[in-house]
């Protein structure tokens, strides 16, 4: 089956063409996040203007990459057949944003007269780690994801921890009270100095000064607080570190190399909390794969101190992670979600809804 992901909850705009869930045909992501890193911060009503003007020309681009056609135009009726569905992420997001995927998509499900699947944005993100790239052959796929699973999605806006039984059957054990683990990296490295996203940012300075460190000198970073980290439960809470952060900076314009080890501070202290809570889910509920997924999971400390816990404390579980670019917000995964959750809607049932969960309320 061909489905025809569109996703357009924050500053992406983004069209793929997704063969049998698997299989990436064409990926175009559009993002006006630049603009954002001038005004360090999204502004909602900018973001939408943005997703206006891109959505036609992407979704244009997954057609012509998917299926090789040099000028989209003359041929895109014809490509129109060669579709079988359309996914769109109905939620959560910024509501101006979500509203252009939407319409475009229920346009396009009634011109074309094919079946539209509403998609969960949050839920949707853990099946980057159904994807493969289109160079990799069938049988370099080392794991293929299995049930039960726990999924940790770690994005700008959320972060969950679920259960999953099968596809659709989640059950959510627990996530952050406050900040999520993305959010608290923007929020930090705007006080850092450094630009929008701050996740990629921070990331970068730390490794500039894991550099500096000579391989059997890892020191033990622990200048911020771990909140909740021993405690009885799978919770989280990240509006502390950016106090802590905030106290600590001071004001003051940070030298080069302090900026790194702060970077280098904040990255372990999030990452630090993440790895151990989740962990202690995979001892309780034994699952046979962990999913990471999300922008944060996008994070190679994150991905690294998951790999060493889990060969150290011999844990019976298979780890994935999506490739960086699957983590962040791309249309392939909503295509994806859309496959092995097939549940068409009639379009003009389908709402833009803003503050959905992970398990579909709001
Ligand atoms: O999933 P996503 O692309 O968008 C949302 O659905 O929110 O996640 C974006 C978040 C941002 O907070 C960004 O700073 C963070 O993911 N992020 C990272 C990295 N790349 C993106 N955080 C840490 N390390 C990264 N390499
Ligand atoms: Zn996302």
Redesign the pocket.
């Known amino acids: 089956m061909l489905v025809l992901g569109i996703e357009t ?2 500053d ?1 705009t983004a069209a793929a063409v997704v063969e049998d869930g698997t299989k990436i045909l064409s990926n175009v992501v559009a993002t006006s996040s630049e603009m954002h890193a001038k005004t360090g911060g999204i502004i909602p009503e900018q973001a939408a203007r943005q997703q206006i003007k891109s959505i036609i020309p992407v979704i244009e681009q997954s057609f012509s990459d998917a299926f090789n056609i040099k000028s989209p135009t003359t041929n895109y009726q014809l490509l129109t057949t060669k579709i079988d569905a359309i996914a769109v992420t109905i939620g959560p ?1 910024l509501i101006g944003s979500l509203l252009v995927g939407v319409e475009t998509a229920k346009t396009l499900s009634y011109l074309w007269k094919k079946p539209i699947i509403p998609v969960n ?2 839920a949707a ?1 853990v099946y980057a780690n159904w994807l493969e790239q289109k160079s990799k052959v069938k049988s370099q796929r080392s794991n293929v994801p299995q049930f039960p699973a726990l999924a940790l999605v ?5 972060t969950d921890l679920v259960l999953m039984k099968g596809h659709g059957k989640l059950t959510w054990i627990g996530g952050t009270r406050d900040d ?4 608290a ?2 929020k930090t ?1 705007r006080l850092l100095g450094l630009p ?8 970068k300075e730390a490794d500039k000064f894991f550099g500096q460190l000579s391989i059997n000198n890892h020191q033990v970073l622990k200048m911020f607080p771990r909140p909740m980290i021993d405690e009885n439960n799978f919770d989280w809470s990240f509006s502390g570190l950016k106090t802590s952060v905030f106290r600590k900076v001071n004001g003051k314009r940070l030298k080069v190399k302090e900026r790194q080890k702060f970077s280098a501070e904040i ?1 372990e202290a ?1 990452v630090d909390v993440l790895v151990k809570k989740t962990l202690k889910a995979v001892n309780k509920f034994k699952p046979k794969s962990l999913f990471l ?10 991905k690294e101190k998951f790999e060493n816990r889990i060969k150290t404390e011999i844990l019976q579980v298979i780890f994935h992670v999506p490739p ?1 670019k699957l ?3 791309n249309a392939a995964y909503i295509a994806s979600y859309a496959n092995f959750n097939y549940k068409p809607v009639d379009w003009r049932k389908i709402k833009a809804n803003p503050q959905l969960t992970i398990v579909g309320e709001d």
């Open positions: 909850s924050c992406e997001g944005h949050l993100h770690v994005s700008g806006g959320h999520a683990a993305g959010e990296f923007d490295a929008y996203p701050g996740g990629p940012a921070i990331s990255q999030i997924s999300g922008g944060v999971a996008a994070n190679k400390r994150l960086a983590c962040t917000d």
